[in-house]
């Protein structure tokens, strides 16, 4: 995951979050224009990748994740700082029928990880090898926690780090691999790269 530094949020989610009686499900059900203002806010901030696996995500199709469950955690329902902006988790591929892995906002359900995207170590964390596997310190328990509970080392999610890495696997031995990386951390209009995090980890620790 990309560590993702929270703005400010957009001020009419401000205004409605200060009513009395506002709730996330009142605001989902009556208030559907300043979701969209929302998770516009919350998907640009990201770079439009998934707040957890790093996919490219679209305004239209993200979900609005809590990291502290709402179901546990009603008083931050509405805090700013506890929303992000997740891909579906294969929702849309299983409603149509298909068998497809459940992975990040949609596996994670009302569970609570310690290592997360606010967190300004939490790229360290975790390790990409060239084959797209997901790799932790033996002794971090955290980051096991989060990569079983988001359900990280799902095949699917393997196969398209796996291809996102491959053009890089075959640059030479003397390519600018610190401008690469620093390439790799910088927007190309409003967006990350995607899996921008997963090639930087596999630059950073097999090619440098």
């Known amino acids: 995951m990309k560590y993702i530094e929270k703005q400010s949020p957009p001020q009419r989610f401000l205004q409605y979050s200060s009513r009395r009686g506002a709730s996330f499900e009142d605001l989902s ?6 979701k969209q203002e929302l998770r516009c806010s919350l998907v640009a901030e990201q770079g439009y ?36 902006a997740s891909c579906d988790g294969g929702q ?12 990040c906002d949609d596996h994670k359900s009302n569970d609570e990880i310690k290592v997360h995207p606010l967190l300004t170590d939490c790229e360290s964390r975790f390790v990409f090898d060239g084959d797209g596997d997901i790799i932790c310190a033996p002794d971090d328990e955290e980051a096991k926690q989060a990569i079983e509970i988001l359900n990280l080392k799902s095949p699917v999610l393997k196969n398209r780090r796996k291809a996102a890495i491959a053009g890089y ?10 401008m690469e990386v620093e390439n790799l951390m910088q927007k190309i209009d409003a967006q990350y790269i995607e899996f921008c995090f997963v090639i930087k980890s596999y630059v950073l620790n097999f090619k440098m």
Not at 95 to 103: L, M, T
Not at 169 to 178: A, Q, R, V
């Open 29 to 34: 059900n009556n208030h559907r224009e300043i």
């Open 49 to 84: 990748i998934c707040c957890y696996c790093g996919c490219r995500i679209k305004t239209d199709e993200a979900i609005v994740e809590h990291l502290n469950p709402r179901q546990r955690y009603p008083a931050r329902q509405l805090d700013y700082g506890n929303l992000l």
């Open 92 to 103: 849309n591929k299983r409603s149509n029928g298909n068998e497809y892995p459940s992975c």
């Open 169 to 178: 696997s075959y640059y030479p031995k003397e390519h600018d691999w610190k």
